[in-house]
């Protein structure tokens, strides 16, 4: 992206972040040549209610079922395989807990080993790719990033959008998204423990799941719509 500003001389270069606009800063990029401008999302379409619940019963799962969700590409930084891991120890103690992948890409045979051998095959859903990706969101109580590093992941505010709280490691961009204990709750990063720790507050507290996913909602419809 440098390499393209500085040959076709752009103006002006727009980061997605404060993080990824300081790190341009730091590479030489002069600060008054680079703009912030935030990820924007639409509203929920009409329909994704019923169809989020369809996915569900299709899943097999109950009212009681609490779904955590990962939707992204299949790849090491977001941290799939450290998140089955985790959730294979979380599920010991809450099994009303199921996890749902939803995605494709360099990971997913590495993936479906690790499922195997942990065992967790009727409760880790692997959809692959979908076209439908509102409705998955929407199915999900809970949202899990357990990236290395992010920007600011549109999964992130399309989740959020839908009323999904999230449990994340804080990290890139999502500290400017989320805000700890009110639309989500964040780990240190790294912290596999601490993160199945969180998970495992949300999954045991409806209410507290129900207060940060409305308080998310309205945190993204007022700072982060397309307009």
Same mark, same amino acid.
Do not use: Q, W
């Given at each position: 992206?440098?390499?393209?500003?500085?040959? /076709?001389?752009?103006? =002006?270069?727009?980061?997605?972040?404060?993080?990824?606009?300081?790190?341009?800063?730091?590479?030489?990029? $002069?600060?008054?040549?680079?703009?912030?401008?935030?990820?924007?999302?639409?509203?929920?379409?009409?329909?994704?209610?019923?169809?989020?619940?369809?996915?569900?019963?299709? %899943?097999?799962?109950?009212?009681?079922?609490?779904?955590?969700?990962?939707?992204?590409? %299949?790849?090491? !930084?977001?941290?799939?395989?450290?998140?089955?891991?985790?959730?294979?120890?979380?599920?010991?103690?809450?099994?009303?807990?199921?996890?749902?992948?939803?995605?494709?890409?360099?990971? =997913?045979?590495?993936?479906? !080993?690790?499922?195997?051998?942990?065992?967790?095959?009727?409760?880790? $859903?692997?959809?692959? /790719?979908?076209?439908?990706?509102?409705?998955?969101?929407?199915?999900?109580?809970?949202?899990?990033?357990?990236?290395? $590093?992010? #920007?600011?992941?549109?999964?992130?505010?399309?989740?959020?959008?839908?009323?999904?709280?999230?449990?994340?490691?804080?990290?890139? #961009?999502?500290?400017?998204?989320?805000?700890?204990?009110?639309?989500?709750? /964040?780990?240190?990063?790294?912290?596999?423990?601490?993160?199945?720790?969180?998970?495992?507050? %949300?999954?045991?507290?409806?209410?507290?799941?129900?207060? %940060?996913?409305?308080?998310?909602?309205?945190?993204?419809?007022?700072? /982060?719509?397309?307009?």
């Amino acid at each position: 992206a440098l390499y393209a500003a500085r040959r /076709f001389g752009a103006a =002006r270069i727009i980061a997605v972040s404060r993080d990824i606009r300081h790190r341009l800063v730091d590479l030489g990029v $002069h600060a008054n040549r680079v703009s912030l401008v935030y990820n924007g999302v639409a509203a929920p379409r009409d329909g994704e209610a019923a169809a989020a619940a369809a996915l569900r019963a299709a %899943l097999g799962f109950s009212a009681e079922t609490v779904a955590l969700g990962m939707i992204g590409r %299949l790849e090491p !930084v977001k941290g799939h395989l450290r998140v089955l891991r985790l959730f294979a120890r979380l599920r010991e103690e809450l099994p009303n807990a199921a996890l749902v992948f939803a995605g494709d890409g360099p990971l =997913r045979e590495e993936i479906e !080993v690790e499922v195997a051998s942990l065992g967790l095959g009727d409760v880790v $859903h692997r959809l692959g /790719f979908r076209d439908d990706v509102g409705a998955v969101m929407s199915a999900l109580d809970v949202g899990i990033f357990a990236s290395s $590093h992010e #920007g600011v992941p549109f999964a992130a505010l399309e989740m959020m959008r839908r009323g999904v709280p999230l449990a994340c490691f804080g990290v890139g #961009g999502l500290l400017e998204i989320v805000d700890d204990d009110v639309t989500g709750l /964040f780990a240190p990063p790294g912290d596999d423990d601490a993160l199945r720790e969180r998970l495992s507050t %949300l999954v045991r507290d409806p209410s507290r799941r129900r207060a %940060l996913g409305e308080a998310a909602a309205r945190a993204v419809g007022s700072s /982060f719509s397309v307009e």
